[in-house]
């Protein structure tokens, strides 16, 4: 980069949708991108990680698998994961975007596994909302969080 600085990343543009639908069987994905930007160009940006807190409704069926599953859930706080990460896509005018996919479980609680995820079956695909931030690092510690985005769980 020609920016001798230490410059802070940027957020440009959060796209998020702010309803989803379930489906009644499928799993869905849901992908999220996001265009950042940091005079120091991209090789500065160590980490793009996202951060959720879910507010969903109980289950609405007999409890099979989780004897609680006719309660809600409520996060306290944001909730992450080391695999929760946005990957680099690619250059745009604007500057660095990244992506990436979230498998959003079917109104039947139904599991489901590929070469990168194994999610066992649950008693239901919980609906409600949930909210998402997200978090740059760069090879400076500059640590730049988003503001949460809230995304609505609908049942088909």
Do not use: M
């Amino acid at each position: 980069s020609a920016y001798e600085g230490n410059a802070v990343p940027e957020y440009i543009n959060l796209d998020v949708p702010d309803i989803f639908y379930l489906d009644n069987s499928e799993w869905q994905e849901l992908p999220i991108y996001l265009t950042i930007f940091d005079l120091n160009g991209k090789d500065d940006i160590k980490s793009i990680k996202y951060e959720i807190k879910r507010s969903f409704y109980g289950c609405e069926e007999n409890c099979t698998i989780d004897e609680n599953c006719n309660e809600p859930i409520d996060d306290p706080n944001f909730q992450s994961d080391e695999t929760w990460h946005l990957e680099f896509i690619e250059f745009v005018d604007e500057g660095f975007k990244y992506a990436v996919i979230l498998y959003i479980r079917p109104l039947n609680g139904s599991g489901y596994e590929d070469a990168k995820n194994n999610f066992i079956a649950e008693d239901c695909g919980r609906t409600g909302e949930f909210d998402i931030r997200f978090i740059i690092e760069d090879a400076t510690a500059n640590i730049v969080i988003s503001e949460a985005i809230s995304v609505a769980i609908i049942a088909p």
